[in-house]
């Protein structure tokens, strides 16, 4: 296909400045307002892309990855900088906590969203509703039947505030943040987010009821949060108050532009916004501007990057969609892929064609490696659900694979549970690999205490379910593969400040399975509750949001000035909170909390270190251990959960003593961890931001307490 070069837009220079710019084919600089203070001062842009399941390990041995498959991404990354392919989600491991995590460097403990992309809700009567985790930043709770009886934040952090926003430290430091379908930072819905950022009675919610698709096309999507003194900003009649009342040290006089309609006539001022081909950017039903958050292929989402760096806006985060489905720009369609189909690989040759146009396109308007920081990173990893391809061997570029089934197992765990165990309680899931369950209260007990007979008795049933696997034919013994209550979900940072979305309680399944809730029904046959659906533009048979380590082992890459151009690091132990301080770091600006991350000193050149982290010979070791004591996929929250599952699934109604003495354990041990890990980041912090050197002896003895807890955890009964 043809690549158009776009019309530049003339950042409010003179006009005939402007109009020789434009005609010229040339782009105006970042604006001088903008003060990252990098250690060698030459990084002037940022720009971050963040796919939705993209791998760099293969899901097939035979079939190259999507990162292999997308040499021009891949090379890019591997020959400027650092591909860590050690590192790894959060939980549950959905798109939604994944990106949220790597934004703010914090758990979704302290963010809001431990379940996602949906989870539920109790009402005051004990019952539950759907909450939705995509909901701009500032919005309440979005609950996409229109009630709610529950007004806390969706972005909700340890305090029962709204969690500080990704953009503050930039646009304080005079740079405008353009968002690109990046969760949460931009509007995601018409129903909730519109009204929160422009007022039920304005035009735009007007627009909603008049027109819903060209609303969403209009005002979901894409974003501009501008600094202070911002002229992208002023040039605009549709710019609103950037409201972040909670905002730690206050944010007052920031503006931004939400939504293509307002945005794309500022940083292209000239035609519809066109994406790395050419093609207008529209939906299925030809409404022009975003085009749906499935819509955002590389060839869409990359061109808005490049167009707001011409702009003027020097920080871009975007979301990319995976290439593994064919979702449609609507999101009508969701055929699923298998590793090696013909259609999934031309899907990754299109991304990585317009990798490379991207990276010409930069080039072009001088933003590298020299003067711009990279970072490409992914939600999370998933899990293949289907059967063995044919012909034997085929490696999907020389050899195209073909499948038979594919697909999740799709089953209804309550009936399972009533035709196994005659067990009629009422509950409802999160459907999903890793099903929460939610028991239902009373009008006087909303939310049942984890000890509650009731609940007991079905975390036994769930450990104990087995049921006819559809794949193999062969009844599967166990099921759930591991169970959390709420002494293990706060060990996993799962609890967050609102107790009304906890959990009752949480199993992980066998990837291969998909789990929802319908009612206390039997099973006439095992097929009837648990079966894989005819293949069809409604598949899906990638899983995640679960444990295994293709769902938890995720990969990010850096490419700047500072960063160690070491290729492939697949030791470094990471995890996504890592990314956010790493950055900050590596920018030169800092947030007004401390992260759960930590710098990622091992792929820095020495000159980018803090000279506190520089001068301190136990950052790194201290660092190391910091990250298996804290993280959800950490060597102590992996012990503590194998020690949990063994609990929830021990004893009887007349002797739960297994039970009580490993959980006691477990709380005993996370409350040690937290007033450990809480000390170490304050420690990491300081040398990361404030300039306090870590002694040596101190490093030495908290790496000790450290490894002394990881040694108890190890050591519980599983």
Not at 4 to 18: K, N
Not at 323 to 341: C, K, L, M, Q, V
Not at 511 to 531: E, I, M, Q, V, Y
Request: glycine share 8%; with cysteine.
């Amino acid at each position: 296909m043809r690549f158009l070069q776009p019309v530049r837009s003339a950042c409010r220079l003179p006009i005939l400045i402007g109009i020789l710019l434009t005609a010229l084919g040339g782009i105006c600089p970042a604006q001088n307002t903008c003060q990252l203070k990098s250690p060698s001062g030459r990084i002037k842009h940022v720009i971050y892309v963040q796919f939705d399941n993209t791998h760099f390990l293969r899901d097939n041995p035979n079939v190259p990855s999507d990162l292999e498959q997308m040499p021009h991404l891949l090379n890019f990354i591997k020959n400027n900088g650092v591909l860590m392919a050690n590192d790894h989600t959060a939980l549950i491991s959905h798109t939604a906590t994944g990106i949220l995590t790597s934004l703010t460097g914090v758990y979704p403990d302290r963010m809001g969203q431990a379940v996602s992309n949906s989870f539920r809700y109790f009402k005051t009567d004990g019952t539950t509703r759907t909450g939705v985790s995509f909901a701009y930043w500032t919005a309440p709770l979005f609950d996409p039947a229109g009630s709610t009886t529950d007004l806390t934040p969706e972005m909700i952090n340890e305090n029962g505030k709204i969690a500080p926003a990704p953009w503050v430290p930039f646009t304080r430091a005079g740079c405008d943040f353009g968002a690109v379908a990046t969760a949460n930072t931009i509007l995601e819905n018409t129903a909730i987010d519109i009204p929160t950022v422009f007022g039920s009675g304005s035009p735009e919610a007007a627009e909603v009821a008049s027109n819903p698709g060209q609303a969403f096309a209009d005002f979901v999507g894409i974003g501009v949060h501008c600094a202070k003194n911002s002229t992208l900003c002023a040039a605009s009649a549709h710019a609103r108050p950037d409201l972040l009342s909670d905002e730690p040290g206050g944010y007052s006089g920031f503006n931004g532009l939400f939504g293509a309609a307002y945005v794309n006539p500022i940083i292209k001022p000239v035609g519809p916004m066109t994406d790395l081909d050419g093609n207008v950017i529209q939906d299925a039903t030809n409404h022009i501007g975003f085009p749906g958050f499935d819509g955002m292929e590389a060839t869409v989402s990359l061109a808005w990057v490049a167009q707001m760096q011409e702009a003027g806006i020097p920080i871009t985060y975007a979301y990319v969609s995976d290439a593994h489905d064919a979702h449609g720009t609507s999101g009508n369609i969701h055929f699923a892929y298998g590793p090696g189909e013909a259609d999934y690989a031309q899907q990754l040759q299109d991304y990585d064609r317009a990798f490379e146009k991207f990276f010409d396109r930069l080039a072009a308007d001088g933003i590298d490696k020299r003067n711009t920081l990279f970072v490409f990173t992914v939600d999370e990893g998933d899990h293949f659900v289907g059967d063995a391809p044919t012909p034997a061997g085929c490696d999907g570029v020389t050899t195209p694979c073909n499948y038979n089934r594919v697909g999740e197992i799709n089953a209804d765990l309550q009936r399972m549970i009533f035709t196994q165990f005659g067990d009629s309680t009422v509950f409802s899931v999160h459907s999903d690999d890793a099903p929460t369950v939610y028991v239902n209260g009373t009008s006087t007990q909303p939310l049942r205490d984890q000890t509650d007979p009731i609940v007991r008795n079905l975390e036994r049933e769930m450990g104990h379910l087995n049921w006819l696997n559809p794949y193999t034919g062969v009844v599967e013994n166990k099921i759930m593969v591991a169970q959390v209550d709420h002494v293990g979900m706060k060990t996993l940072h799962m609890i967050t400040a609102d107790p009304f979305r906890t959990p009752t309680f949480t199993p992980f399944a066998d990837a291969d399975w998909f789990f929802f809730a319908t009612g206390a029904t039997t099973c006439a046959t095992p097929d009837a509750c648990a079966l894989i659906p005819a293949r069809s533009n409604q598949s899906f048979a990638w899983n995640h949001g679960d444990i295994q380590n293709e769902i938890a082992t995720t990969w990010i890459g850096y490419v700047g000035q500072g960063v160690e151009n070491i290729g492939i690091d697949g030791k470094t132990w990471s995890d996504h909170t890592d990314a956010r301080p790493t950055i900050l770091n590596l920018v030169g600006l800092k947030d007004d909390y401390v992260h759960d991350g930590r710098v990622i000193s091992e792929v820095l050149e020495n000159r980018a270190l803090p000279p506190a982290v520089k001068f301190s010979p136990g950052f790194t070791a201290l660092a190391r251990t910091y990250k298996q004591l804290n993280a959800p996929f950490g060597q102590f929250a992996m012990a503590t959960l194998r020690a949990s599952t063994k609990a929830l699934a021990s004893g009887d109604p007349n002797n739960d003593s297994t039970y009580t003495s490993i959980e006691g354990k477990i709380q005993w041990l996370t409350a040690r961890r937290d007033a450990l890990a809480a000390e170490i980041k304050g420690v990491l912090n300081g040398a990361e931001f404030r300039g306090q050197p870590i002694n040596t002896i101190q490093a030495l003895v908290l790496v000790t307490r450290g490894n002394i807890l990881l040694g108890e955890a190890n050591h519980l009964p599983h």
